[in-house]
């Protein structure tokens, strides 16, 4: 019965650090900075394949990316080429793959299918 209690105990410990980085990953994300906002979508990435997020943070996720990126599928007529010459046009390119690479975690964990563009995107070096 200890072990039981301590094992919910850890788990809930668990839980709430991961709730405290995904917050400053959000925040992150929603950032002026499209370097910052890379970053925070990169870490939300990462916080969506832990199994410390059921459905309900996955689709939280979900909305964020949403608003993040501001626009639905596809990502493609907006897609800024890898070989990008301004440093501006480089940080909206890392976004982008940041933000693909998120929506085909989310996707997969969700049981949903990617779109092929989504996933070519993703496979782009940021």
């Known amino acids: 019965m200890a072990w039981q209690t301590l094992r919910q105990k850890a788990i809930a410990d668990d ?9 400053w990953a959000l925040d992150s ?6 370097d910052t906002r890379a970053l925070g979508l990169a ?11 059921r459905n309900e943070e996955l689709e939280l996720l979900d909305i964020a990316w949403k608003s993040v990126n501001g626009y ?4 493609a007529p907006q897609h800024i080429p890898v070989k ?3 440093p501006a046009t480089a940080s909206q ?3 982008q793959v940041a933000a693909a690479r998120l929506r085909v975690t989310l996707d997969r964990r969700l049981g ?8 070519t995107l993703a496979k782009e070096e940021p």
């Not at 839980?15 to 917050?23: G, I, P």
């Not at 994300?29 to 499209?34: F, I, P």
């Not at 870490?43 to 997020?53: K, M, N, T």
């Not at 639905?72 to 990502?75: M, Y």
């Open 29 to 34: 994300a929603l950032d002026q900075d499209e």
């Open 15 to 23: 839980r709430a650090e991961w709730w405290k980085r995904t917050q």
């Open 72 to 75: 639905e599928e596809p990502l």
């Open 43 to 53: 870490a939300l990435e990462v916080l969506a394949s832990s199994e410390l997020a």
């Open 93 to 95: 390119h890392r976004v």
């Open 84 to 86: 990008a010459s301004s």
């Open 112 to 119: 949903r299918p990617t779109p092929d563009q989504t996933k």
